[in-house]
């Protein structure tokens, strides 16, 4: 007898826990056996429903009280142990018997029991296709909830709805709660906004006095500083480490300015230009703003 079979209803420990593994059955139940099974495992894009026969269930509590029960292939998806990728894989309780899984384009499609090396589902499957699955106990992961009779899962169902509308409830009471509050705070707020509007108001009224003072002493012409600054950036041209003499600026009729030791005079260049020659080797040169 396979290792992995031979644990099967029976207490075997995986991570710590005292567990009994059960056969199930992935994929749809036969409609006449419909009433025997209950759902262990909710479907996923890898996998179909998993389900568990109730007596199964039954019978090992009654045979070792307080242990858990779980489906086989369930345990053995939930470890990573089934490949989606193989299409026939066994679990060997004899040298022809055993349990199967059929997969089909990386995924779970159903599985069964196959007996003297036939398997009713489709004639064409054989053992010597079929990989086998054969973990060692340490392999094995434990799906988070165990297997549960019917009335059990109603049972939860319904706890789940009373904690649905308890929570719905609580939901109302804030939201009514928080309308309230809001309606109090939004009032509190109105006020504080309206002390501000009213601050505001004001403000941008002596602003507005402001600008009408403004409007009368505004200047008629806007200046114009471009002759003043082309004739700088020609004085430049000639010279780009060029001095500033002093303070400087546009409202003075005439700015100057130093060059370096130039080949000629600047004034043939610029003839609107004044200029002196230093004898240190520098020229002096002065030029009209407003041109």
Not at 4 to 22: C, E, M, T
Not at 77 to 103: A, N, T, W
Not at 139 to 149: F, G, I, T
Not at 227 to 243: E, F, Q, S, T, Y
Request: aromatic fraction near 8%; include cysteine.
């Amino acid at each position: 007898m396979a290792a992995l079979a031979s644990l099967l209803k029976r207490p075997v420990r995986i991570q710590g826990r005292d567990v009994i593994i059960v056969p199930d059955l992935v994929g749809p139940v036969p409609i006449s056996e419909q009433h025997q099974y209950v759902e262990s495992s909710a479907a996923t894009n890898t996998c179909p429903t998993i389900h568990i026969r109730e007596a199964d269930i039954e019978e090992m509590r009654e045979r070792h009280p307080g242990l858990p029960v779980f489906g086989m292939w369930h345990v053995l998806i939930h470890s990573g142990l089934v490949s989606f990728k193989r299409m026939l894989q066994v679990v060997p309780v004899g040298v022809e018997d055993g349990y199967y899984i059929h997969c089909d384009l990386g995924r779970a499609e159903y599985s069964g029991m196959y007996e003297s090396g036939f398997f009713a589902a489709d004639a064409s499957f054989s053992l010597d296709e079929a990989l086998e699955v054969n973990p060692e106990i340490d392999q094995l992961v434990l799906p988070a909830k165990q297997a549960k009779l019917a009335v059990e899962l109603r049972r939860e169902r319904q706890i789940q709805q009373r904690q649905a509308w308890s929570t719905m409830a609580l939901t109302l009471v804030v939201i009514v709660a928080g309308a309230f509050g809001t309606n109090f705070g939004l009032g509190k707020y109105y006020q504080l906004e309206q002390k501000r509007f009213d601050n505001k108001a004001r403000q941008l009224q002596s602003v507005r006095t402001g600008l009408d003072e403004l409007r009368t002493t505004r200047l008629t012409e806007v200046p114009n500083d471009a002759v003043a600054i082309d004739r700088i950036a020609a004085i430049w041209a000639l010279d780009p480490n060029l001095k500033s003499n002093a303070n400087q600026s546009f409202q003075q009729g005439k700015m100057e300015f130093s060059l370096g030791n130039l080949q000629e005079d600047p004034k043939t260049k610029l003839p609107w230009l004044e200029s002196r020659y230093d004898p240190r080797g520098t020229w002096l040169v002065i030029m009209d703003v407003k041109g």
